[in-house]
């Protein structure tokens, strides 16, 4: 059909309102954090997990019991004092953030900051300021290298957690973060015995991989240990044996 001629109805009406929801990559990445409550705690633990460089910025007597536990295990640098504009914001260098997330008990501070951020062009989170936050939080289930994250964009944060909830509930024992992390490594050893980019490379692989995480339950890809990865790769040009057939081969 010509490019022009398509119906409108063809293609689906899109509702708007929404946030773009993205697993945004801070390994080693600066990361800035204003105060040391509860909250900037929670902040922690997600950042933590992504690998990022944590600067908390507060009072010594602000660190809660868990920061002063990470701090001794050197999982986060502290900065002992306030926030200042001027210092823990540097405009350029190695020490600008990446990221800056505000979690202080002083709504008129934390509006300084985020402004200054603002016109830093730093992506700034001020924890339950929606209009001071380029981005939100939402209520996160992990397992290993699985994420999932539940945003209500605003409008409900403890329904989020409630979702989240439901969701970790419907997941129960599965072993997904297990499965999927075997997936990881598998894959990488495909991508080793079909490399190259060409187009019917990564055809080959991407059907290959597809069938197999179709094929095999979470609970058997959980199994995938190197010795069953190098049996399940046997013969790539085949299309993937089921969990039973390498059982039959252990
Ligand atoms: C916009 C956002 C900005 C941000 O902070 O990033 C924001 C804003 C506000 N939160 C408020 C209240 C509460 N927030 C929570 C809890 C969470 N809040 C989180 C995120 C977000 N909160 C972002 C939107 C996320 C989304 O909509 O999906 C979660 C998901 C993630 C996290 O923070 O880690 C975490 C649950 C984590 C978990 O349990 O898994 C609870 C429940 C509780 O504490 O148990 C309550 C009380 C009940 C209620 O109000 O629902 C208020 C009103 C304050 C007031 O009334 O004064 C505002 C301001 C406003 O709405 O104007
Ligand atoms: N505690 C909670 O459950 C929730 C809190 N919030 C909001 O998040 C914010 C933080 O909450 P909490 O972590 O509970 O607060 P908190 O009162 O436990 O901690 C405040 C922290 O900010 C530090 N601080 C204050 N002024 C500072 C400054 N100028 N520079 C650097 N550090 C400074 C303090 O030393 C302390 O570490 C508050 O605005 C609160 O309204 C939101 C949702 C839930």
């Given at each position: 059909m010509a490019a022009t001629g398509a119906a409108e109805e063809e293609f689906p009406d899109i509702k708007g309102g929404g946030s773009l929801i993205v697993a945004w990559q801070l390994k080693d990445k600066p990361v800035t954090i204003v105060g040391g409550g509860s909250v900037a705690t929670s902040r922690v633990s997600h950042l933590l997990a992504a690998d990022a460089r944590i600067t908390v910025v507060c009072p010594q007597d602000g660190l809660s019991p868990e920061l002063r536990h990470r701090l001794s295990r050197s999982q986060i640098t502290h900065i002992p004092r306030p926030f200042s504009i001027s210092t823990d914001l540097p405009s350029e260098g190695p020490s600008r953030p990446a990221m800056v997330l505000v979690a202080i008990d002083s709504p008129s501070v934390s509006t300084e900051i985020y402004t200054a951020c603002h016109a830093l062009h730093i992506p700034v989170n001020v924890a339950d300021v929606p209009r001071e936050c380029d981005?939100?939080?939402?209520?996160?289930?992990?397992?290993?290298?699985?994420?999932?994250?539940?945003?209500?964009?605003?409008?409900?944060?403890?329904?989020?957690?409630?979702?989240?909830?439901?969701?970790?509930?419907?997941?129960?024992?599965?072993?997904?973060?297990?499965a999927i992390e075997r997936l990881g490594v598998l894959r990488a050893a495909v991508r080793q015995r079909i490399p190259g980019h060409e187009k019917a490379e990564m055809r080959k692989r991407m059907r290959w991989?597809?069938?197999?995480?179709?094929?095999?339950?979470?609970?058997?890809?959980?199994?995938?240990?190197?010795?069953?990865?190098?049996?399940?790769?046997?013969?790539?040009?085949?299309?993937?044996?089921?969990?039973?057939?390498?059982?039959?081969?252990?």
């Open positions: 981005f939100y939080f939402g209520s996160m289930y992990r397992d290993g290298p699985l994420q999932v994250m539940v945003s209500t964009n605003g409008n409900g944060p403890k329904m989020a957690s409630i979702v989240r909830k439901r969701i970790e509930s419907e997941i129960g024992d599965e072993p997904f973060g297990c991989v597809s069938l197999l995480s179709e094929k095999w339950t979470i609970a058997q890809l959980a199994t995938l240990d190197d010795r069953t990865i190098n049996l399940v790769l046997e013969d790539l040009d085949q299309d993937p044996p089921s969990f039973q057939e390498i059982q039959k081969k252990l």
